[in-house]
C-alpha cells in the first residue's frame, strides 16, 4: 500500500523553526516528484515547495523563499522541509505529496500531477 505520513508539526513561536518530515512506503521516493503544500484556516491549498526526481531541482513559492528548504533522503525514503523565521501566517496543515505521471510537476503551476498525499500535519505559529 502506498502511503505518506507526515510529522514534525506543533505549536510554534514566531520567528522559531520546525523542520516537517514525509515517509513514504510502498513506493520508492527516489522515482518521484515530491510536494509541500499547506492550507490555512479557511483558506485554498497553497504549494510551497517541490523537489524534483528528474532534475534534482528544488522550488518554492515567492511566499516561503528564502525561509523554506526542501530536502530528501532516499536511503530512509524520507522527505523533509526546514522552515525558519516561522510567521503567523505560516500557520496551516501542511501535506506532502509525490507524482510522476509529469516529467517535471515542479515546473507546473501548483505542481500539478501530484498522485499520493498524505493526511497533513497541523502547523500553529503564536505571535
Known amino acids: 500500500q502506498l502511503q505518506l505520513v507526515e510529522s514534525g508539526g506543533g505549536l510554534v513561536q514566531a520567528g522559531g523553526s520546525l523542520r516537517l518530515s514525509c515517509a513514504a512506503s510502498?513506493?520508492?521516493?527516489?522515482?518521484?516528484?515530491i510536494a509541500w503544500f499547506r492550507q490555512a484556516p479557511g483558506k485554498e491549498r497553497e504549494a510551497v515547495s517541490c523537489?524534483?526526481?528528474?532534475?534534482?531541482?528544488?522550488h518554492y513559492a515567492d511566499s516561503v523563499q528564502g525561509r523554506f528548504t526542501i530536502s530528501r533522503d532516499n536511503a530512509k525514503n524520507m522527505v523533509f522541509l526546514r522552515i525558519n523565521s516561522l510567521k503567523p501566517e505560516d500557520t496551516g496543515v501542511y501535506y506532502c505529496?509525490?507524482?510522476?505521471?509529469?516529467?517535471?510537476?515542479?515546473?507546473?503551476?501548483?505542481?500539478?500531477?501530484?498522485?499520493?498525499w498524505g493526511k497533513g500535519t497541523l502547523v500553529t505559529v503564536s505571535s
Open positions: 523537489s524534483s526526481s528528474s532534475t534534482g531541482n528544488t
Open positions: 510502498g513506493f520508492a521516493l527516489d522515482d518521484y516528484a
Open positions: 505529496a509525490a507524482g510522476n505521471r509529469l516529467k517535471d510537476p515542479c515546473r507546473v503551476a501548483d505542481y500539478y500531477g501530484m498522485d499520493y
